[in-house]
Each structure stands twice: as C-alpha cells, then as structure tokens.
C-alpha cells in the first residue's frame, strides 16, 4: 500500500512520524486533444493512479521535501520567504510555484512543514503528474492552514504555475480533470467558459488500459508550443473574414467552407484536426449517455488518425501501440493520450480478454520499438484528498 510507504519514507527522512496523509490523482483523457487550447471541449478523467504525500508541521519557516521516484535528489529545503524558481529545485518546483500562486492571491502560511512523496504515475509518461503534484499541493495547503479556496481556483493556480512559474504554454485540462475528478465519471469541460458536467463512464465489462510507451518527452521539449502557434495562426487567417474567438466554434462543414482562407497545407491540417477533434468529443459524451460503447470506440479510433496525420503528434511508438491495439479482439477502441511524441495511450478492452491483449500487443511493441512497453489497468477516481 503505497500510503504506508510513503509515512515509511517520511520517518526515515525527517524522524518522525507523519501526522497527515494525501493523496492526488494523475489523468486520462478519454478523448478532445489539443482542443483545450483552440476553445474547444475536453473530456478527461481521474485515475486511481497517483501521487501520495505524507506531511509533518515544522515549528519555523523552512519547507523540506522530498520524492521517493526522485530519490537521488534526496532532501530539496527552501524558505517561505524564498519561492522563486530554482532550477536546482528539480520536481519541487511544481509544489514551489502552487505555494508562491497561493500566496500571490492573497494567502499566507504560518509555519513551514515538511512533505515526503511517493507515486505511482510513471514518470513523464503524460498521465500529467506535474498537475498531480501542483493540485496536491494545494489540497494540503488549503486544508492544513484553513484557507477556504473552492477547488476550481485551485485547477486556475495550477495552470498559472504551467504558465507562468514552470514556462508550458498549456490548457486548463490537466488540472481540471484532477481537480475535478469524480469516481466512475469522466468531465465534459467547455474550454471557453469552463462550463462542465459529469457523464457516468458505464463500460460494462470493458476496462480502460493504459499503455505506455516508455519513451519520456517533456512539454518544454516537445513540439508543444508549435502546434499552438500554428492552431493561433490558422484562426488569425480565418479571422479576416469570420466572426469567431477560437477554431472550437466551427462546425465541420464551416471550416471546410473556409478553409480558403487559411491557405497553407500544413495550418489546414492543424487547425482541421482541432476543429473536427471538438466535434468527435461532443459526439463521444452522446455516445457515452446512449451506451452505445462501440460508437465511443469509433471515435476514439478516429481521434487518433487525426492525432496521427493532421496533428502528427504521435509518433512510432504511440501508432504501434494503437494500431495494434484495434487489431485485438475485444478492443472497443484506442488512442494516444495527452500531449503525444511519447506518454501513453489507451485501449478500452473486455476485461475477459486484458491478459492476452496485453501479451499480443507487449510482444508486437518490443518487436517493432525495441523495449517494452508497460500496461496499467485505470480505474475512474475521484480528486484530490485527504487518506485517513
């Protein structure tokens, strides 16, 4: 039980017991990728997955933390006083940027304290464990010092810190979903006005599984912040004519009708893979409410052939995985999620045949890419909170 060892960690590191123990989810998106961005919708989920923290009260000022999957950091100590970015800091940087956003709105702690973490979301896998760590540390610092702020500025802060504080040019989702999250439901979430609802997630006998690809990638890295321009300058070309805010208030047949304006290949495709990418998520929760799974599935295979030719943020990795993935029986669908050039993917999968698929599509992953991949079964969970 990964609680017990993350009090087991904080007595060996600080020397003495625990008195508190959290717990935050990492997140799926079952389907809506690069659409949070462009004004569109989102429809992501919790996961049982996660990260778990034990906290002690310190009597001064001084922070201590310290990460069980980044044990050769050891001990990261900083000062209330002091929360700039460091980049010495490493992974304490999420906790130091949520703290300093709390405080930048208004807030103050007390006393200092002293954290140690321990989760089993693998490492820059996509399953968004930096927002895990920032909605983490807001659920302990909220309840620890009485603050009283709602969840949903909270998912706000998280995403001030992406931008602001860590240099990611990222949507709400990420936060959201986990801030959010609710047991068994999945969010439908209007990236423009933040307006959302829960939609029960009834997969019967199917199961979601999440496969990773074992090949790290960081958002900073990657080719984020790129297709976001290109997605802004497709909407600047369409803009000269049309009166939209964003490409999520096109219709598929209103984009092809302009698409005149855009005028350039490679912006065509982005923006089409936004565009369209809304209009499968809206139509997934419908399939969702109708219990129709094998339309939900349908989407997400066509999701990630977007993902794939228009967006092309997937890579040989992610296609072997869902490729192979449509090919098993009892395969309802599967698709990259997250930001892609790496992470995970998943599959919704009967439950009955989850041992074969994982051996079916492992074998042909290592055959092709040359390593293993991993295999998760996820769970739909709910948001940040205290373990008693």
């Known amino acids: 039980m990964i609680a017990e060892e993350v009090q087991t960690k904080f007595k060996q590191k600080f020397g003495y017991d625990a008195s508190r123990v959290f717990f935050s989810p990492g997140r799926i998106n079952l389907i809506g990728e690069y659409t949070d961005f462009n004004g569109g919708h989102v429809f992501p989920c919790a996961i049982s997955m996660g990260i778990y923290a034990a906290y002690g009260k310190r009597d ?32 304490a940087n999420y906790p130091k940027g949520m703290m300093l956003e709390i ?77 959010m999250g609710k047991k068994e439901q999945a969010v439908l979430l209007d990236t423009n006005n933040l307006k959302y609802e829960y939609v029960p997630v009834k997969l019967g006998d199917n199961v979601i599984v999440i496969m990773n690809t074992k090949k790290h990638r960081e958002l900073q890295d990657s080719k984020y912040n790129e297709r976001r321009a290109q997605c802004e300058e497709a909407l600047r070309r369409l803009q000269t004519k049309l009166d939209i805010n964003s490409l999520g208030d096109l219709t598929e047949t209103e984009f092809d009708e302009h698409t005149y ?94 041992d074969a698929f994982k051996q079916n599509v492992g074998q042909a992953y290592e055959q092709v890419v040359g390593h293993p991949a991993e295999f998760y079964i996820a769970e739909i969970s709910d948001g940040p909170r205290e373990i008693k």
């Open 261 to 354: 304006l855009i005028n350039d290949d490679v912006l065509i495709r982005r923006a089409r893979h936004a565009v369209f990418e809304n209009q499968r998520t809206l139509q997934a929760k419908k399939a969702l409410v109708n219990n129709d799974l094998n339309q939900f599935g349908h989407l997400i295979n066509a999701s990630h052939v977007s993902l794939h030719y228009d967006f092309e943020v997937t890579g040989k990795e992610l296609d072997t995985l869902a490729e192979t993935a449509w090919k098993q029986p009892g395969v309802i669908g599967a698709r990259m999620t997250g930001a892609g050039f790496g992470g995970c993917a998943i599959a919704i999968v009967d439950r009955h045949q989850v």
């Open 60 to 91: 001064d000022n001084r922070v201590r933390m310290y990460s069980a999957n980044v044990a050769d950091q050891g001990i990261v100590e900083f000062s209330l006083d002091d929360l700039a970015y460091d980049k010495a800091a490493g992974w």
């Open 103 to 179: 405080m930048n709105q208004g807030h103050q702690f007390s006393h200092g304290f002293d954290l140690a973490v321990y989760g089993n979301l693998p490492d820059a896998a996509g399953l968004s464990s930096s927002a895990a760590i920032e909605l983490l540390t807001g659920e302990i610092v909220n309840d620890v010092f009485s603050l009283n702020i709602n969840e949903l500025d909270l998912v706000k802060y998280g995403q001030l810190v992406e931008n602001n504080y860590i240099g990611v040019n990222s949507g709400i989702m990420d936060q959201f979903a986990i801030g």
